[in-house]
């Protein structure tokens, strides 16, 4: 018996990729994109126009976007933290952006050195032109149980800055356990404090998998109503400003798992594990 449609938003080139000690070449980039192109995904993050002083993997993002092949159907992601940003995105051609903040000021700052009032204050005229120019943007909170620098986070905390980003005109939050400190349960109260805010159906749960418990914390998510994840193939993955932020979610694991609940991915299994195992020989 199917239990209706998963979306599995795969950011293995992005978040899996800014995090590897290896100068991955352009060229494998592209090669995993245009595989990971092949099995089904409708989204796939593989662009960040953040500033090489910061994150060097990501420096090629251009030349990844102007080398893939792309799939009809198949919507290529960027991250934008600023207006410059937007713009290379805008210029490479991503078909949609996301703005990042924090549900807390320790990892605000550490990440995009901003408070979260003035992170705001960056995205909204990145919202509004993308908004003239029809370019959808997606929204991500880090930090959604427990920040490195912080601590525990309020769930309330959380569903300000998701209530901010969906207002302003996002059109998906995607809530991240930046350092996989999350359980079901408290990953279970903060969707309920979230859920008040943003509509469910517009919710995507972003899981690190630093202490193995992603795969559970999806499973609690599945039964308050998150039908969107995201998942890295190969399990890469990791933020450079979260000390301990191991890999996302691996892509194929989220996949089988929830094929076996009943759950219907459209994914092609064959070629996601091809990808995983492109994914596993690009780490350094
Ligand atoms: P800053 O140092 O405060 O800003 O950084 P700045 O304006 O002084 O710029 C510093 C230098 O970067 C300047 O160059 C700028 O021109 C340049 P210089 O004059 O020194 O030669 N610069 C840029 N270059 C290229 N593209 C740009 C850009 N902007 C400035 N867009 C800034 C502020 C936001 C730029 C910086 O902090 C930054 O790039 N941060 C990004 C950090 C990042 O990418 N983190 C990982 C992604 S978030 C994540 O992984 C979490 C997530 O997965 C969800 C989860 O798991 O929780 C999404
Ligand atoms: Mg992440």
């Given at each position: ?101 924090s549900?807390s000021e320790g990892f605000s700052k550490a990440n995009i050195n901003a408070t979260i ?32 620098y ?135």
């Amino acid at each position: 018996m199917s239990l209706g449609p998963v979306e599995i938003f795969e950011v293995g080139p992005r978040d899996g990729l800014q995090n590897e000690a290896r100068e991955i070449p352009v060229a494998e980039k592209v090669a995993l994109v245009d595989c990971l192109s092949r099995a089904g995904f409708s989204r796939i993050e593989v662009a960040s126009f953040v500033s090489p002083k910061w994150v060097p993997q990501m420096a090629g993002s251009a030349e990844v976007l102007a080398g893939i092949a792309r799939a009809p159907g198949v919507r290529y992601a960027a991250l934008t933290p600023n207006m410059r940003g937007f713009e290379d995105a805008r210029a490479a051609g991503a078909d949609e952006i996301a703005v990042f903040a924090s549900a807390s000021e320790g990892f605000s700052k550490a990440n995009i050195n901003a408070t979260i009032a003035e992170s705001f204050e960056r995205f909204a005229p990145i919202i509004e032109e993308a908004r003239h120019i029809d370019l959808p943007v997606r929204g991500y909170v880090s930090c959604v149980v427990e920040c490195p620098y912080d601590g525990p986070v309020p769930p309330a905390a959380v569903a300000e800055v998701a209530d901010r980003l969906f207002s302003m005109g996002c059109y998906e939050v995607s809530l991240g356990d930046t350092i996989g400190a999350g359980t079901p349960d408290t990953i279970a109260r903060m969707l309920l404090k979230v859920r008040d805010v943003v509509p469910v159906g517009r919710l995507a749960g972003h899981y690190h998998d630093t202490k193995g418990r992603a795969m559970a914390n999806i499973d609690a998510s599945l039964s308050m109503g998150v039908r969107v994840f995201d998942a890295a193939v190969g399990g890469l993955g990791g933020c450079p400003f979260a000390p301990g932020a191991a890999g996302n979610v691996a892509t194929e694991a989220v996949a089988e798992h929830l094929a076996a609940l009943g759950y219907e991915t459209g994914l092609d299994l064959e070629v996601v594990r091809e990808a995983a195992k492109m994914a596993r020989a690009m780490r350094a």
